[in-house]
Every structure is written in C-alpha cells, then in structure tokens.
C-alpha cells in the first residue's frame, strides 16, 4: 500500500477499484456481475474490489491483462481457444 492509499475511506478505495475493474474487464462485464450479485455474494465483490482491484491494482499495468480478457470472451463465444486463434495479447493488442 502506498502512503497515497493509506487514508482512503472503503468508499474510496471502492470507488478507486471499481474505476479499475471496468478498465480492466470492461463496463459490460462488471455491470452483469453486479446485477446478478446476491446477498451472499454482494459482501465478496465489494471486498474484491476495494481490495485487489483498489489497492494493489491501481499500480499495475492492465493492458496485457485487459487483452487476454478480451480473447478469452471472444473464444468463448466462438468455440475456440485463445492460443489457437486470439494473437491480441500477443501483439499487445488494447482493444
């Protein structure tokens, strides 16, 4: 944690790590995993977000990550596998 992180409120750092989530996983995403979240998982997501993805997340790098999310969906969609057919992350790819 960073001295910048250390006097976040939870709303903070969720809000920070909700910014990062989207970035990462894209808004369509995270928008179906909040609408089917329920009383039991809602707690979880809340504390994933402010803390892997509000916290430690914000100081990495998530271009490669968001490629690789990005061949994963479409190769779910088609059938295929990601190494196959998805050179995205390969090229560096962003979008």
Not at 70 to 87: E, H
Request: aromatic content about 6%; glycine content about 8%.
């Amino acid at each position: 944690m960073t001295t910048e992180d250390a006097g976040l409120t939870d709303r903070e750092r969720l809000a920070q790590g909700m910014e990062v989530r989207r970035a990462v996983l894209s808004d369509a995403h995270v928008d179906v995993a909040a609408a089917s979240a329920t009383e039991f998982t809602a707690p979880w997501q809340d504390f994933i977000t402010r803390v892997a993805w509000g916290r430690s997340g914000r100081d990495r790098d998530w271009t490669a990550a968001r490629a690789r999310s990005r061949c994963s969906a479409r190769s779910s969609r088609t059938g295929t596998t990601r190494s196959s057919r998805c050179t995205c992350a390969r090229r560096g790819a962003t979008g």
